[in-house]
């Protein structure tokens, strides 16, 4: 599953089929236990230590040994992703899935992608795909309600949020998902969807278009060119802990913070805020 940088749990072991439970991006683990430790091995091991670089050359070791290994181009996409190469972690977990990967990671990671691409449609389509693979993938179900609020869509965003939290099992996550949930603001308009096979710079959200967090590519947010409110300062937050921009989110949400002067908002962000710095 997915590795986050912000501070992930890692097994000790990674038994073939097995997979490492993380918020966002989900780096997944189909190592088969041998003497020898492969690059695909150690390419694991890098990118549960957050060493991306040294886990992508690994990884591309793993792969022109074996090129049809789906869990190598799959992890590769982890990396890339986490490095910023969206369009190069889109082309491997699109090749993992042509190799025959069955993994609902491979599409919810892909999903993500595509969220920070811009292309909530097919992010959305990732989604329901890997939840039909995994029913009880809450964290899919959360990402897909971010990419429907991010579409305008924000009846079944809303949907999809409050059935996520339902469904999550962790209660720290469950109260994150619930804070996140409850710090959106309200979208005036839907936002223009922008399908691009490239990566777009993403331009930051404005007051009331931000979606809660889900999960974790590493691609930031450039900053407004004006100065922004505390609603748009905790909408962009939130994306960018939605696209694994942890540091990024949390200066936002304090930023947020010190302008916000509702008490019940300010208590939403300090809750969230509360929630990452834990993390």
Request: proline share 9%; with cysteine; glycine share 8%.
């Amino acid at each position: 599953m997915a590795v986050d940088p912000g501070g992930t749990r890692h097994a000790p072991a990674v038994p073939e089929g097995t997979t490492v439970r993380a918020w966002s991006l989900v780096l997944i683990v189909a190592a088969a236990a041998c003497s020898a430790i492969t690059p695909f091995d150690r390419g694991l091991s890098f990118a549960q230590r957050g060493q991306d670089l040294a886990a992508k050359e690994a990884f591309d070791e793993a792969i022109r040994r074996s090129p049809e290994s789906a869990p190598a181009y799959a992890n590769r996409g982890v990396v890339r992703a986490r490095l910023g190469d969206v369009d190069g972690a889109n082309e491997d977990y699109t090749k993992a899935l042509a190799l025959g990967s069955r993994d609902g990671d491979v599409l919810f990671n892909r999903g993500l992608v595509l969220i920070s691409k811009r292309d909530y449609q097919r992010a959305i389509t990732d989604f329901t795909t890997a939840l039909s693979v995994n029913p009880r993938h809450a964290e899919a179900l959360f990402a897909r309600g971010s990419a429907r609020w991010l579409a305008g869509d924000t009846d079944l965003a809303r949907a999809d949020w409050l059935q996520a939290i339902e469904l999550e099992p962790e209660p720290r996550q469950k109260a994150r998902m619930r804070a996140a949930v409850d710090s959106a603001p309200p979208v005036a308009r839907p936002p223009v969807l922008t399908p691009s096979l490239t990566a777009p710079a993403a331009a930051a959200p404005g007051p009331g278009t931000g979606p809660p967090a889900s999960a974790p590519a590493s691609t930031s947010i450039p900053p407004a060119q004006a100065p922004l409110d505390s609603r748009a300062l905790a909408a962009r937050g939130l994306e960018r802990e939605l696209k694994g921009d942890r540091p990024g989110a949390i200066s936002d949400l304090r930023a947020a913070l010190a302008a916000e002067t509702d008490p019940e908002r300010r208590q939403g962000i300090r809750n969230l805020l509360q929630l990452l710095d834990t993390r």
